[in-house]
């Protein structure tokens, strides 16, 4: 399975910006997708999750600004970032956690990461 993102880019406080994790390669239908974010000096963070039945989940420092989904047709997952603080500012990764079809592994992929930076 192979991770792209795409969608960070600069935007000014207050501004919006989509972030889009495609996975390309072998199908697979159960998986647990999180996005997370590292700013410089500071530790990775998770930020939000969505799972294959649809539940999803967000950190404080994002509950209410931000939603996570998935195009279930396509295995390719979303994060809608609104209201964005500078303090939002940061490498923006996701990662699969993802069921083998014969349900023997979890393997893990993350993406390369995407660079947000929220400033005016």
């Known amino acids: 399975v192979q991770v792209m993102e795409s969608g960070g880019g600069l935007v000014q406080p207050g501004g919006s910006l989509r972030l889009s994790c495609a996975t390309s390669g072998i199908p697979f239908q159960t998986y647990v997708m999180k996005w997370f974010r590292q700013a410089p000096g500071k530790e990775r963070e998770e930020v939000a999750t969505?799972?294959?039945?649809?539940?999803?989940g967000y950190e404080e420092p994002v509950k209410g600004r931000f939603t996570i989904s998935r195009d279930r047709t396509k295995n390719v997952a979303y994060l809608q970032m609104n209201s964005l603080k500078p303090e939002d500012t940061a490498v923006y990764y996701c990662?699969?956690?993802?069921?083998?079809?014969?349900?023997?592994?979890?393997?893990?992929?993350w993406g390369q990461g995407t660079q947000v930076t929220v400033s005016s």
């Open positions: 969505i799972t294959s039945n649809g539940n999803t």
């Open positions: 990662k699969w956690t993802i069921l083998s079809e014969d349900k023997t592994t979890v393997n893990e992929y």
